[in-house]
């Protein structure tokens, strides 16, 4: 409130609200009608943090509830997708199309909620501002999650999974040789290593493929040895010395899994400029960030 008792002007009570997470900006919008009008601003609502779908059983909705919900004026500036998974869902062209009808400016879907036995994944590939994908588990079967990538092809810039069967040995290579031919663009690229007894230098020569890799982090699986999983990073930070990967400036940790490391593999990733440690809890949510990414921050080729 201003000093004479009125509201203050609307620009002003925008910057304030970008500050206040969403699950306020609710409870802001039920104060007046001018608060209201200002916390639905399209420019607040890029995406939906995991709060905000907590607070508002939007993550308990089904497809079509989920379509509805979007086509809301505040989702028009909508940057990032979470579409809710039940068993049965198909995606249709329709469906797709209705949901780029709704976000034009959709960039990331985050699958994280599918399992790796959901189907007609390809459809995504429709929405032409896409640009990066985040899929929750995969499996050497998963053939929708390699048939969206591949429909996606030099689009794609982001890549991330979030789970890999500790035993199926196939699941990321095979995804890896699928992406670094028919996506060649790749620049963000986040991965779980499950077990791959003496595989490594095979996913270190796919990696070697992808030339415009900017940041990349290979997660290590609790519960596992990390002998193999050091050893990727070791023929990674060797190619980076030998100039294989031009373009890499940045690998990610986790406080966890940087503590395993060796203290020589360590120096090295200091030495390059490459190392980067968050202060990440438990799980991996550096993988699926809540906030909306910049990819124009990461550099043109």
């Known amino acids: 409130?201003?000093?004479?008792?009125?509201?203050?002007?609307?620009?002003?009570?925008?910057?304030?609200f970008?500050?206040?997470?969403q699950v306020d900006l609710l409870q802001m919008s039920l104060v007046c009608q001018q608060w209201h009008i200002v916390a639905m601003d399209s420019t607040l609502w890029t995406h939906i943090t995991w709060e905000t779908e907590l607070a508002c059983r939007w993550m308990m909705v089904t497809l079509p509830h989920y379509q509805a919900l979007l086509k809301r004026p505040q989702f028009c500036a909508m940057r990032k997708l979470k579409p809710p998974s039940r068993k049965g869902t198909c995606i249709t062209l329709n469906i797709v199309r209705d949901l780029s009808e709704s976000c034009p400016h959709i960039q990331t879907l985050d699958l994280s909620c599918w399992d790796a036995y959901a189907t007609e994944l390809h459809h995504f590939a429709d929405i032409r501002s896409l640009r990066g994908v985040w899929f929750g588990s995969i499996k050497s079967e998963s053939h929708a999650h390699l048939?969206?990538?591949?429909?996606m092809g030099t689009s794609m810039i982001d890549l991330r999974v979030r789970s890999i069967s500790w035993h199926d040995t196939d699941a990321l290579l095979k995804l890896l040789q699928k992406v670094s031919t028919s996506c060649v663009n790749v620049k963000i690229l986040y991965a779980h290593?499950?077990?791959?007894?003496?595989?490594?230098g095979q996913v270190v020569a796919v990696l070697k493929r992808f030339t415009h890799l900017q940041v990349l982090s290979l997660c290590w699986r609790e519960g596992t040895d990390s002998t193999h999983w050091?050893?990727?990073?070791?023929?990674?930070?060797?190619?980076c010395e030998n100039n294989a990967f031009r373009e890499l400036r940045t690998i990610v940790f986790t406080q966890r899994d940087y503590a395993r490391l060796r203290k020589p593999l360590k120096r090295k990733l200091r030495k390059l400029g490459l190392l980067e440690v968050r202060n990440d809890p438990g799980t991996y949510p550096h993988l699926f960030p809540d906030a909306v990414l910049d990819y124009s921050q990461l550099s043109s080729n």
Do not use: F
């Open 147 to 151: 048939k969206l990538c591949e429909a």
């Open 1 to 16: 409130m201003s000093s004479s008792g009125d509201l203050l002007p609307p620009e002003i009570l925008l910057r304030v």
């Open 230 to 239: 050091q050893d990727i990073y070791e023929e990674i930070v060797q190619g």
């Open 18 to 21: 970008q500050w206040l997470p």
């Open 193 to 200: 290593v499950p077990l791959y007894n003496g595989l490594c």
